[in-house]
């Protein structure tokens, strides 16, 4: 499988549970792309847990917002959710000739969305090493998804109840990660 194809079976395991991400997981696609992956037993497990994950009611767990990571103390509450850094990512989709679709109605920092960019990214230069993309992916990660899919990541693990989540975090932590050691590699200012 393919480095983009890869991220776009993170963003779908990070968006909301559907019946068509728990077929994937039934039929092996994670397991057979990322190793023993857990199975949950059915489609509400999941959408509970997310719920409670990311969602709420009350408190959310953990943020699945960029821009609550940015300037957060220990419980990652105080960061300002459609702050700043969100609309830079979303300048960011733009410069890549991209716009949110008109009925998605969460934000552009969401780590799903982020993932998807990365994912588009990735297709992209699969087909052309161009030069505005690259710098473009590179500032994507170093100045966004790469600071704070460790910290979302690590808050996931130690708060989901259902494997899965902490299994699909980790895996996207450790593929941002060695994506960002070869871009650094190249272009050692980061």
């Known amino acids: ?65 960029e821009s609550v990571y940015h300037g957060h103390d220990s419980t990652m509450q105080q960061g300002l959710v459609m702050g700043p850094v969100t609309l830079e990512v979303k300048e960011l989709y733009y410069e890549a000739g991209l716009q949110l679709a008109a009925d998605f109605s969460d934000m552009p920092d969401h780590i799903a969305v982020e993932t998807l960019f990365l994912a588009y990214l990735e297709a992209q230069l699969e087909q052309s090493a161009d030069e505005d993309l690259l710098k473009l992916e590179h500032r994507f990660l170093v100045n966004h998804l790469g600071k704070w899919v460790a910290p979302f990541a690590d808050a996931v693990k130690e708060k989901s109840r259902l494997q899965w989540y902490a299994f699909i975090s980790e895996e996207l932590k450790k593929a941002v990660q060695d994506k960002l050691e070869t871009i650094c590699r190249k272009n050692p200012v980061c």
């Open 1 to 65: 499988m393919s480095k983009h194809q890869r991220f776009e079976l993170l963003a779908k395991a990070l968006f909301y549970p559907t019946q068509e991400l728990m077929d994937a997981i039934k039929e092996g696609l994670y397991s057979e792309e990322f190793g023993e992956a857990p199975v949950p037993s059915n489609l509400e497990e999941l959408e509970v847990e997310y719920c409670r994950l990311f969602v709420g009611p009350g408190r959310v767990e953990v943020p699945p917002y």
